[in-house]
């Protein structure tokens, strides 16, 4: 059967943040993250309140999947009725993922786009899927996952507890193996590191407390723009122990009592969506509709630098050739082209350009000769189609002036 041999789990502001509002449990054989948003402190009481109901789960279950369930279902009514009750905690909810360690499988249940993990053989299996915007969109195929990653809304998460009345709770169980590394994180973590960098420091054969610690420090290196919460448990089999009961998991690098971490208020979070995995997908789900969806506050993450850096500099650069390609062609235009009017004292006179002006009194035009044939002199008719300001050539506009100029087109 299985048991924990061995966990970690901390949490971390981060360098962008005043506050936390992760929240956590670590208490083998359960584990839970969980990421509150909302302003003004709410976020931070909705986590905790997710935290503090999962603490009232005890004891062994023959149906862990719909135990965890159940829970996610209690918390998510517990934050919804506090978010009514009360004007400052309205609109608060949190993500919630959790794992429970049975005596042959491991069992998954999750809402939001906090994530859970499996490092086995050094390959990284993604177990949830991020109930996000994004992520709705990468499984109906209208965005890339390289799309998500710089998307403007890429931090709207789609399910949560404590926005509706009821929730739909994503679960699943793994047979799991001797010596599997589970993980469960805030996106504090995911938005900052990718996948492949995680599966590197997982897979580093150090105590999970420099692993984990190495993970929030690579969230932090690479711009620590939220909350950081890191959960990893290493299990292994052991022979059948008399009576049932699982030997006590040795405790290691927990960062309060009990291993309850919360914090306080802060801003909010940015999902970095993927498609989901192998085995990850038959077990999870069920029709998701898409929940009111939860904006986070403080959407500007700052992902990979260095592109974002090119792309400061690239976007910018593109727009500006653009505008000057645009601008010298319209300049070519209005030299090239001209057309035949009165000016303010009522003479007949050759613009150069266009017979428009720009806000700001930005005339597209400029005077090339002023006649002295007063408008006035011809009648109505030859005013519209000798006047009427259409393009020619210079040659043309010069031309009609001179006959006007010389009586060679009658004025009547
Ligand atoms: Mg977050």
């Given amino acids: 059967m299985l048991r924990v041999a061995e966990q970690y789990a901390a949490t971390d502001t981060g360098l962008a943040r005043r506050a936390n509002e992760d929240s956590l449990l670590a208490r083998s054989p359960l584990f839970v993250v969980a990421d509150g948003m909302g302003g003004a402190q709410a976020g931070e009481v909705a986590s905790r309140l997710a935290i503090e109901t999962f603490e009232e789960l005890d004891g062994d279950f023959a149906e862990p999947a719909d135990a965890l369930s159940a829970f996610a279902q209690?918390?998510?009514?517990?934050?919804?009725?506090?978010?009514?009750d009360d004007p400052a905690h309205a609109g608060m909810g949190t993500t919630v993922t959790a794992v429970y360690v049975g005596p042959e499988e491991v069992t998954v249940a999750h809402v939001g786009d906090s994530r859970a993990y499996r490092l086995r053989d050094g390959q990284l299996l993604r177990l949830t899927d991020d109930h996000s915007l994004v992520d709705e969109l990468i499984r109906q195929g209208r965005l890339t996952p390289e799309e998500a990653e710089e998307h403007p809304q890429r931090s709207i998460i789609t399910r949560a507890l404590g926005p509706e009345a009821s929730v739909e709770v994503d679960t699943r169980s793994l047979r799991a193996c001797d010596g599997d590394l589970y993980m469960l994180c805030s996106d504090g973590l995911t938005s900052m590191v990718g996948e492949r960098d995680l599966a590197l420091i997982m897979s580093e054969q150090t105590p999970l407390k420099d692993t984990g610690e190495a993970l929030i420090a690579a969230a932090n290196a690479a711009g620590g723009r939220d909350n950081v919460t890191v959960v990893l448990l290493r299990v292994e089999e052991v022979g059948e122990i008399a009576g049932g009961r699982r030997e006590p998991a040795t405790l290691v690098g927990l960062t309060r009592a009990e291993g309850i971490v919360a914090g306080a208020a802060a801003e909010g979070a940015a999902p970095r969506a993927r498609a989901p995995e192998g085995e990850g997908a038959a077990l999870a789900t069920r029709e998701r509709p898409i929940a009111r969806r939860v904006p986070r506050q403080g959407e500007h993450r700052e992902r990979p630098r260095r592109r974002r850096g090119l792309r400061r500099?690239?976007?910018?650069?593109?727009?500006?050739?653009?505008?000057?390609?645009?601008?010298?062609?319209?300049?070519?235009t209005m030299q090239s082209v001209y057309f035949v009017g009165t000016n303010a004292d009522g003479l007949v006179t050759i613009y150069q350009g266009v017979p428009y002006q720009l806000p700001g009194k930005l005339?597209?035009?400029?005077?090339?000769y002023v006649s002295g044939v007063s408008a006035s002199s011809l009648s109505p008719a030859r005013r519209r189609t000798l006047l009427d300001e259409s393009l020619r050539s210079e040659a043309n506009a010069g031309e009609l002036v001179r006959k006007l100029e010389l009586g060679e087109i009658a004025g009547g």
């Fill in 74 to 84: 209690t918390a998510n009514a517990r934050i919804f009725e506090l978010a009514h």
């Fill in 363 to 368: 005339n597209l035009y400029t005077v090339e």
């Fill in 313 to 332: 500099i690239v976007i910018p650069a593109a727009v500006l050739v653009v505008l000057v390609v645009l601008a010298s062609a319209a300049y070519l």
